[in-house]
């Protein structure tokens, strides 16, 4: 049972990783759950009491601030998947796996919406905002692992 002794320490930098991601997936999952409750049964009050084009445009933002938090929380299971071994470093950088582009929301637009819808598709906006920055970083480091730290992290991730 020698593998069960042989654990790899873990670097500061990957555990302040670890620590962001869960805080990113905690926030993006209330933040989902919060505009699922507005948009399918309270909001949908206000939504009538809108002029039909406003109305129209609040039916799309909602559509809009699902497809951010969608965006944000399958780039964050693919970090989930990285840090549990699951997936290679490389593969979250895979296009298919980077964060997706988020839509946008003309300001003007947003300005005629509820209070409560405006706030929700803000924050939907600021989380997308924030978790691209990652990406981006994510995706700028190119670093080039040597062949024993590599060794070293896949006999980490066997046992």
């Known amino acids: 049972m ?9 670097e500061p930098t990957t555990r302040l990783h670890r620590r962001l991601i ?3 997936y905690v926030e993006a999952m209330l933040l989902a759950d919060e505009a699922r409750g507005y948009f399918d049964e309270s909001g949908r009050v206000e939504r009538e009491s809108l002029v039909p084009m406003t109305r129209v445009a609040f ?4 559509l809009k601030v699902t497809t951010r938090l969608m965006h944000v929380i399958a780039w ?12 290679s470093a490389a593969q979250a950088l895979e296009p298919s796996r980077r964060l997706g582009d988020a ?9 005629a919406l509820p209070p409560q819808a405006r706030t929700l598709v803000s924050s939907s906006i600021d989380l997308h905002r924030r978790v691209a920055r990652l990406d981006d970083a994510q995706a700028s480091v190119t670093t ?12 980490a991730t066997a046992f």
Do not use: K, N, Y
């Open 2 to 10: 020698w593998h069960s002794a042989f654990v790899l320490p873990e």
């Open 22 to 24: 869960d805080t990113f």
């Open 59 to 62: 039916s799309c933002e909602s």
């Open 76 to 87: 964050l299971l693919t970090q989930r998947a990285v840090h549990a071994g699951e997936l």
């Open 103 to 111: 839509p946008v929301t003309e300001a003007g637009l947003l300005d």
């Open 144 to 155: 080039t692992m040597s062949p024993a730290r590599s060794m070293l992290d896949r006999l």
